[in-house]
């Protein structure tokens, strides 16, 4: 039974998130990798595996301007600098705050902070909060 406080999609998130970050770090067809991944992971329908492969896509597509909105709202720091999986959990953030109008962006928020709290630095989840809250203002 999934815990009550897991929101349901937190597994097809951190699935996104490892096939994003298997593709950053090779040099391979990008759908190749997701469906390496979604090999490695069972899932509960087609619509948990239409959310990743949609979400994965995004990213990829609209990657220019997520990083530019990520620089844009990043305080007195560099994006060089910016942890690899704190930027691909901003890029999944943004693109779901600007193109998946059926889920809430402070639900999109949420998620991305408390994956970040499992899979990144102890200070990633405050920072990853402060970018997608400004961000998310700044096109609301």
Not at 19 to 33: F, G, K, R, T
Request: proline share 4%.
């Amino acid at each position: 039974m999934i815990s009550p406080d897991l929101h349901p999609r937190r597994k097809s998130r951190e699935s996104v998130l490892k096939a994003l970050y298997a593709y950053s770090n090779q040099n391979e067809n990008p759908m190749l990798v997701l469906k390496r991944v979604l090999s490695l992971i069972s899932m509960k329908s087609s619509t948990d595996s239409a959310y990743i492969e949609n979400l994965y896509s995004l990213v990829l597509k609209n990657n220019e301007l997520t990083d530019k909105l990520i620089k844009k709202n990043l305080k007195n720091w560099k994006f060089n600098r910016v942890a690899q999986l704190d930027k691909i959990l901003l890029r999944m953030g943004i693109c779901e705050i600007i193109f998946m109008d059926d889920i809430p962006p402070k639900a999109s928020i949420t998620e991305m902070v408390e994956i970040a709290k499992i899979y990144s630095t102890e200070d990633s989840s405050s920072f990853i909060n402060g970018v997608l809250d400004s961000v998310y203002k700044e096109i609301k």
